[in-house]
T-cell receptor, first 114, second 113 residues
Framework: DGGITQSPKYLFRKEGQNVTLSCEQNLNHDAMYWYRQDPGQGLRLIYYSQIVNDFQKGDIAEGYSVSREKKESFPLTVTSAQKNPTAFYLC?????????????FGPGTRLTVT | AQSVTQLGSHVSVSEGALVLLRCNYS??????LFWYVQYPNQGLQLLLKYTSAATLVKGINGFEAEFKKSETSFHLTKPSAHMSDAAEYFC???????????FGQGTELSVKP
């Protein structure tokens, strides 16, 4: 079955620690995205990548880092510089280029930092 | 710049009643538009998308949306609500190149028995 996997589903960390969230897709999509979701604020774009070895900052990139070494994988690191890291994180992928390409979403990772 | 506004952060309907979730967009070029649904603690699932082929778009689970250029709207409707429709719904607009989406703030739909 094709799709996007995110692991783990729930993640707990102590303040001051970096943590990496996994995102893998087998849809052969060129583009991948990371969103943060907080209650009442919709989805906010953190980083996106339209091709391997290239990525761009989204609206709220401060305190986060990413890599795109493989087409299938787009891990997100939440660093200790992120002031309010507790949130629901969603990864998505899509085709890219000219056209109406919907994004396919993973099940999400709920990160709690105390 | 493109933007999306969803009117009403919470909508409550009775089971069997009409569902109407409102979405207005701002775009300098003809947009691509999407509606997604999210159940608690899950990812988003595509309900339907508008790609300029037809102004009335039918999606999954009995939902449909009509693109109205004159009103810059893309409202989501369903004739008869089911309890299972209770979820959060997001409207999104995309650039014509690249796949990047701009999401609205979301509308939480409650369905009363």
């Amino acid at each position: 079955d094709g799709g996007i996997t995110q692991s783990p589903k729930y993640l707990f960390r102590k303040e001051g620690q970096n943590v990496t969230l996994s995102c893998e897709q087998n849809l052969n999509h060129d583009a991948m995205y990371w969103y943060r979701q907080d209650p009442g604020q919709g989805l906010r774009l953190i980083y996106y990548s339209q091709i391997v070895n290239d990525f761009q900052k989204g609206d709220i990139a401060e305190g986060y880092s990413v890599s795109r070494e493989k087409k299938e994988s787009f891990p997100l690191t939440v660093t200790s510089a992120q002031k309010n890291p507790t949130a629901f994180y969603l990864c998505a992928s899509s085709s890219s280029g000219r056209g109406a390409y919907e994004q396919y979403f993973g099940p999400g990772t709920r990160l709690t930092v105390t | 710049a493109q933007s999306v506004t969803q009117l009403g952060s919470h909508v409550s309907v009775s089971e069997g009643a009409l569902v109407l979730l409102r979405c207005n967009y701002s775009s300098s070029v003809p947009p691509y538009l999407f509606w997604y649904v999210q159940y608690p603690n899950q990812g988003l699932q595509l309900l339907l998308k508008y790609t300029s082929a037809a102004t009335l778009v039918k999606g999954i689970n009995g939902f449909e949306a009509e693109f109205k250029k004159s009103e810059t709207s893309f409202h989501l409707t369903k004739p008869s609500a089911h309890m299972s429709d209770a979820a959060e719904y997001f409207c999104a607009v995309s650039e014509r190149w690249g796949g990047k989406l701009i999401f609205g703030q979301g509308t939480e739909l409650s369905v009363k028995p």
